[in-house]
């Protein structure tokens, strides 16, 4: 299991599940992110924010924001 | 149709997830009947409007673009509380039917609210390009809700929302009893201890699933009406929940995948299909990017003034014979009179107006921007650097804004989500020179330090970015202090630029500015010509010049003189007219009467060349470097001070920040100051 921030462009994964408090929890599950949901990283440089894409929509996220959504799946085993 | 129950307006709640479309709707339903305010007592924007359809009366509400209705944010409190407390006859919720999954989250949520409830399904267009296709007869049956499909930027639709929206009101509530979070272990015995309880549009369904949600104010006001023990076992219960948020989240995520998976065919679809695939790459790129944001800024700048400046030139040859024919009218008896109108408010109202044409080009252009989709991706690749100043990737927008007119900048804080984020924003908006600021500048620069000159502007640039940034930490460190949440922003699609949306947003805009700005500068104005009107011309005796000599000792901090330091004040009027000020002050203007008719470009009547022999006879280098820095860095002119108000709703903020930046400009132009008497 990976945090979400780890993985490369191009690299998809189920979430597993998401930490972090009630204000970040209740934002980033109204933008999709629900555990057992499909996401893939569209674009990731290492540092600065990154782009995740998943129900049909792009989403910009903190590198700390995405360190807090935990992935399942193939290509981060 | 002519329902005669349904003779008192019709209030209909307009609800949807940002980029869904939803203005496009709200301008189409009301065209030019709206009506822009502030929710009581909040800073966060309010639109409603009138219009008649089938002869009957229609009052529409905007409510904030929110994805949820948690009490968690100031958005989602306002929307929720409109449609708790004002029970409007009917809630339409917008939807992207190309991104139908996500925006149907909002919906899951308020059919739990007993309230008659639309589905507007728009950008179905859009969804069709894409290869999908949707059944939105499948998708009405199986919603139990009314779904209408819909284009509306190409204004197809409309009129079916409507007559849904009337039978919605005709027919009531029709709420489906059907539950996305029913099958959660808790859902019924909480059910049953707040059973009978909540009846009105906050329905028990509403609140039972609010609570398994932990949601602080359902749980709030649970605890106020339900008795002593009838609570406690409530929180026994309540307590027994884990990951109440994710575990509603997920289950209405689930029962939307179950109602669409018969309804969303996507055989179609591919990916390259999508508008602007390639251009996003390029646009998210974390060097290529950046450079696009730039280039794309300096050509909507340069845009944006091939749009005004035929205006400007226009008014700007008219104005002189105006100000003429005012004068020869009142020649006679009343000279003071027709001085007061010629040379205090025709002026003034001239510079109010110049600045509305600044403010007028920078919304269109960032209106388009935003429109087709592409601030979020500027917002996106400048994140990290604004990080570097504490501030989120979407406060670059106003500060970008800012460059073109200072009141744009203080305006266009309002995409920032944190009030925190936003405020800081605010204060920093108005220490990014705007367009108006160079030309005195390079005026200034060219006659003392001519090749020298882009040392200069370095360095103010450079003064400018260590400003921003030690106001910035002191801001965060002592005034709005609070937990900073990192970024969560969502990259809508690209769409066709819709003109009538951005037309609506500017123009209402453009009414603000003229209702809060024009009344203020032409007030002012009238002040300072009476400060410093004098018949014969001579202002070195005007109660002005007695206030600039006052102000000696801060000054001579500078190495001003009392001519430049009034230059000084006027900026505060328009940023431009410091020029003819100084010419005026150093004897070479003829027949000004007052400072208020120098904010008429060339109505100084001085040769540039005679001005700068003399400037450049009078003033130090030092000095004029002082005079650069504390211009450059003073309070923003009077349009913008206003704004800061009218945002911020506060005259502690706008004092403060007034306060702020003078203090800042004159202690930078003092140390301007003094490395200049030493280089020079």
Redesign the interface.
């Known amino acids: 299991m990976k945090s979400l921030d780890r993985l490369l462009k191009g690299q998809q994964g189920v979430i597993a599940?998401?930490t972090g408090g009630?204000?970040?929890?209740?934002?980033?599950?109204?933008?999709?992110f629900?555990?057992?949901?499909m996401v893939s990283v569209?674009?990731n440089?290492g540092?600065?924010?990154i782009?995740a894409s998943l129900?049909?929509?792009?989403?910009?996220?903190?590198r700390?924001?995405a360190a807090k959504i935990m992935i399942k799946g193939d290509s981060c085993e | 149709m002519n329902n005669p129950v349904l003779n008192k307006p019709i209030t209909i709640a307009l609800a949807g997830q940002p980029n869904t479309g939803k203005s496009t709707v709200f301008n189409r339903l009301t065209g030019a009947k709206q009506h822009v305010g502030n929710w009581p007592g909040k800073t966060v924007e309010q639109k409603s409007g009138l219009f008649t359809y089938n002869n009957n009366k229609h009052h529409v509400v905007d409510l904030p673009g929110t994805y949820s209705l948690t009490s968690n944010s100031l958005e989602e409190q306002i929307a929720r509380d409109f449609i708790v407390n004002e029970k409007p006859d009917v809630v339409v919720v917008m939807a992207d039917a190309s991104q139908l999954e996500r925006t149907l989250y909002l919906l899951t949520e308020i059919r739990l609210l007993s309230v008659p409830v639309v589905v507007a399904l728009n950008m179905i267009d859009i969804a069709e390009e894409q290869g999908k296709t949707i059944d939105s007869v499948k998708l009405e049956s199986q919603l139990g809700i009314r779904v209408v499909p819909m284009a509306a930027a190409k204004g197809r639709g409309i009129d079916l929302l409507l007559e849904a929206v009337e039978n919605a009101a005709a027919g009531g509530v029709c709420t489906s009893t059907e539950q996305s979070v029913a099958g959660n272990p808790y859902y019924k015995s909480i059910r049953s201890i707040i059973s009978g309880k909540f009846d009105g549009v906050c329905s028990e369904q509403w609140m039972t699933v609010k609570l398994i949600e932990g949601d602080s104010k359902a749980v709030e006001t649970v605890k106020n009406t339900l008795s002593a023990a009838d609570w406690k076992s409530l929180k026994e219960l309540l307590d027994k929940i884990e990951n109440g948020q994710l575990i509603t989240a997920g289950a209405r995520y689930s029962w939307i995948n179950d109602v669409l998976s018969s309804v969303v065919n996507r055989e179609g679809e591919s990916t390259a299909k999508r508008r602007g695939v390639k251009f996003d790459r390029a646009a998210t790129h974390p060097v290529v990017g950046k450079m696009i944001a730039l280039l794309i800024m300096v050509l909507s700048f340069a845009m944006a003034m091939i749009i005004v400046m035929p205006i400007m030139g226009l008014v700007q040859s008219v104005i002189p014979g105006l100000v003429e024919l005012v004068r020869e009218t009142f020649s006679g008896s009343s000279l003071w009179f027709g001085s007061l109108l010629a040379d205090g408010l025709i002026p003034g109202l001239f510079v109010a107006f110049m600045m509305l044409c600044y403010v007028f080009g920078v919304y269109i252009v960032f209106g388009l921007l935003e429109d087709i989709g592409y601030l979020s991706r500027m917002a996106y690749v400048f994140d990290s650097s604004m990080s570097k100043i504490g501030l989120h990737g979407k406060s670059v927008m106003p500060l970008l804004m800012s460059f073109g007119c200072n009141i744009a900048g203080v305006t266009g804080t309002r995409v920032i989500d944190s009030w925190q984020q936003r405020m800081v924003t605010l204060v920093l908006v108005s220490i990014v020179p705007c367009m108006a600021l160079w030309a005195v500048v390079s005026f200034m620069g060219t006659i003392f330090f001519a090749a020298a000159m882009p040392l200069v502007v370095l360095s103010l640039l450079l003064v400018m970015v260590l400003h921003i940034s030690l106001t910035s930490a002191v801001l965060r460190k002592f005034v709005v202090k609070g937990e900073t949440t990192g970024l969560i922003m969502e990259l809508p699609p690209y769409h066709k630029p819709n003109w009538r949306t951005i037309w609506g947003h500017v123009w209402v805009q453009v009414k603000a500015f003229l209702k809060r700005a024009f009344t203020l500068i032409a007030a002012l104005s009238i002040i300072v010509w009476a400060l410093s009107y004098q018949q014969d011309g001579n202002m070195g005796n005007s109660i002005l010049a007695s206030i600039g000599r006052f102000f000696d000792p801060i000054s001579s901090f500078l190495g001003l003189d009392w001519r430049l330091f009034i230059a000084l004040l006027a900026a505060i009027i328009a940023k431009e007219a410091s020029l003819s000020v100084i010419a005026v002050l150093y004897g070479l203007g003829a027949g000004a009467v007052s400072i208020t008719s120098l904010l008429i470009p060339g109505s100084g009547g001085f040769e540039e060349a005679a001005l700068i022999g003399t400037i450049a006879q009078s003033v130090s280098p030092a000095s004029a470097l002082a005079f650069i820095f504390a211009f450059f860095f003073s309070i923003p002119c009077l349009g913008t001070v206003a704004t800061i108000h009218s945002e911020t709703k506060s005259l502690k903020w706008t004092i403060g920040a007034s306060l702020y930046y003078t203090v800042t400009s004159l202690v930078l132009g003092g140390l301007a100051y003094r490395v200049g008497l030493l280089i020079f």
């Open positions: 599940y998401l009630r204000k970040f929890l209740s934002r980033i599950t109204a933008m999709g629900t555990p057992d949901v569209v674009r440089g540092r600065g924010p782009i129900r049909d929509t792009e989403v910009a996220l903190g700390g924001e």
